[in-house]
């Protein structure tokens, strides 16, 4: 049986064993929420002046939710208040990250839960509704649509959520737990990081049996990086070969030798690096191999030069061996040296500590820290993360099937880019203008278009809705996001399809209040100069999941958002190489281009191929 029919019999197994005691409870979530409130006040009248205690109390507004809890407002009143204080504490703004604030909002989505869940009945048939859908999607014989798989995540969450059969959460954790983001470096680009051409002349000034040594030493060679299997980290052996050559004059008593000396020079050691862990180096071990010749050998004095020459010439027979054993000891502990004070300096290097920097945007967004690993074979360097929060699917599997070689690799799964968004997107209610600002603050942009008011937020799945109306008002537009998918990346059958999806949708005169999506198919396509880009595959789409028929307003409003929406995606992406800052530690990559020349679509996989 496949691993989806086995998920689909594990979660028809698991209906039988809901439990409405399990569900969360409004008491005691509601106690643990003041309780969070209170911490956080507490720790910003100690850590913080006055002036921002007071901006942070105005921008998250707490004080509204309790308030409604103070005075007995409708579980659905103090849910909407739940909800926005949601979105407040989801942001980029420098503070968020603190122990103190994630506190707060993993307490405020408990509220949020045991208002959901606050009927049982009804809370256990809408879960079971979902297992009952999401088998029968786990049991098409094709691979599993993107629809699918949005089932499962929207399962997982709701079980999460609900606090629901924790055996069922693992299988589906484990069925969709592969990482979703690798990177893969070829040998080569290792080789050129490291390889360096030695070219040495040294002055020699040596004695050997009592002959003094005189004369110039010559090394030319080059070091190289042979990469090596590590299963948990990256191994790289540094190699020197090189040619030897002395030209050298020799003093003893009376006697003045010419000698030439020529051989080959050997020194090697191991580079170990586990992240997040320094570089460790084995000690050098080297070898040479000399062989000298005497070209001449000459009596200092004119008295007996014969003699002397005589003598001399059968002592230095007698003592070439072992001179030219001390020679070959000496050649390799000073080449041994040398090439371990300068491969010292990879020892010294600190790799850069990226979640250093990325860790407090995680904890802003609300996002779970990647699970992350790094190998080495003796072909490349592979780079695996798996960007998923508890509560999130990853990829199904851990391979793309793509054929895509090149100097860089770079594998996404449509599940990275999605589950990275969903946290600051998902049953928000924006602006065209705060939609914007918030995808400016992701680097992407669109072109601008004037508005200023902002809308209300709401979630059906809520059931908040007790027959008020929102807010009206005069904007450009405004969307409500899907609550379990608000972002549409979708990289199938050499295509990719990028958007946004919504609940509701709102111009200055007409609303739509069902689920559409907002997208634009692009099609990887080759420059003349060899590049690949993404090119547009006609103009922006808007669609209607589901079978109800569009009213006539609404295929009249339907016009109208595509019409607006034309300078949302751009004709072309990827259209610009990624230049290396010339300021980076290692000259070698300096300034430097990253061209994208194979790219590759399937199974829900973006293979990007690249060279420098």
């Known amino acids: 049986m496949s691993t989806r029919g086995i998920l689909a019999d594990q979660i028809e197994r698991s209906v039988p064993r809901l439990d409405a005691t399990r569900l969360p409870q409004y008491a005691a979530a509601a106690e643990t929420f003041r309780q969070r409130i209170a911490d956080l006040e507490t720790f910003l009248d100690q850590n913080a002046t006055p002036e921002v205690f007071a901006l942070w109390r105005k921008h998250a507004q707490w004080d509204a939710v309790v308030a409604a809890m103070d005075t007995d407002q409708k579980p659905s009143t103090i849910g909407r208040g739940a909800l926005d204080l949601r979105y407040r504490l989801v942001g980029l703004m420098p503070g968020l990250e603190l122990q103190a604030f994630q506190n707060l909002r993993s307490a405020n989505e408990q509220l949020i839960h045991s208002i959901r869940f606050r009927k049982p009945d009804a809370a256990l048939k809408l879960i079971t509704r979902q297992m009952e859908s999401t088998s029968t999607s786990m049991r098409d014989p094709e691979e599993p649509s993107v629809d699918a798989v949005a089932q499962v995540d929207e ?12 055996d069922l959460i693992a299988q589906i954790r484990r069925s969709f737990g592969h990482p979703n983001v690798v990177v893969r470096i070829d040998e080569t680009l290792v080789q050129e990081f490291a390889q360096r051409m030695v070219n040495q002349r040294r002055p020699v000034n040596d004695c050997i049996l009592g002959t003094r040594i005189v004369g110039t030493a010559d090394l030319k060679g080059r070091v190289s990086a042979d990469l090596k299997p590590a299963p948990s980290g990256l191994r790289v052996d540094l190699i020197l070969r090189g040619d030897f050559q002395s030209n050298n004059t020799g003093y003893n008593g009376p006697i003045r030798l010419s000698t030439l000396g020529r051989g080959n020079v050997f020194a090697s050691r191991s580079l170990f690096w586990s992240p997040p862990g320094a570089i460790r180096l084995t000690p050098t071990y080297s070898n040479a191999a000399l062989n000298t010749q005497v070209l001449s050998i000459e009596p200092t004095k004119r008295f007996g030069r014969r003699l002397v020459k005589k003598v001399a010439s059968k002592r230095v027979a007698e003592q070439k061996p072992q001179a030219d054993q001390i020679a070959v000891g000496r050649l390799w502990q000073q080449v041994g040296k040398q090439f371990d004070e300068q491969t010292a300096q990879a020892g010294a290097i600190r790799p850069p500590d990226l979640m250093k920097n990325l860790s407090p945007f995680l904890g802003r967004l609300n996002l779970a820290t990647p699970m992350r690993s790094i190998s080495s074979s003796e072909t490349e360097v592979r780079a695996e993360a798996l960007i998923a929060g508890v509560q999130q699917l990853s990829a199904p599997s851990g391979f793309s099937g793509a054929t895509v070689r090149n100097t860089i690799v770079v594998e996404v799964h449509e599940s990275a880019l999605a589950n990275a968004i969903k946290p600051a997107l998902a049953g928000r209610s924006l602006t065209r203008n705060q939609l914007r600002g918030l995808l400016k603050r992701y680097g992407i942009s669109i072109a601008p278009r004037a508005s200023n008011t902002s809308a209300s937020k709401q979630d059906d ?151 420098l």
Not at 155 to 166: F, K, R, Y
Not at 551 to 561: P, S
Not at 563 to 568: G, S
């Open 461 to 611: 799945a809520l059931e908040l809705d007790d027959g008020e109306s929102g807010d009206g008002g005069d904007q450009d537009f405004t969307i409500d996001f899907d609550r379990n998918r608000p972002v549409i990346f979708e990289a199938r059958r050499g295509k990719i399809r990028l958007g946004i999806r919504g609940n509701r949708f709102e111009t200055e005169s007409r609303e739509i209040k069902r689920s559409l999506e907002l997208f634009a198919t692009y099609v990887p396509a080759r420059r003349d100069d060899g590049t690949m880009i993404l090119v547009r595959e006609g103009e922006g789409q808007v669609e209607f999941p589901g079978r109800r028929r569009l009213t006539v307003a609404q295929a009249g409003l339907r016009k109208t958002i595509q019409k607006r929406l034309a300078d949302a995606f751009p004709e072309t992406l990827l259209t610009r190489p990624l230049v290396i800052p010339t300021n980076v530690t290692q000259q070698v990559l300096a300034g430097r281009a990253v061209r994208i020349g194979q790219l590759q679509t399937s199974d829900g996989w973006i293979s990007l191929g690249a060279s």
């Open 155 to 166: 399962l997982l969450q709701l079980l999460s959520d609900a606090n629901q059969t924790p």
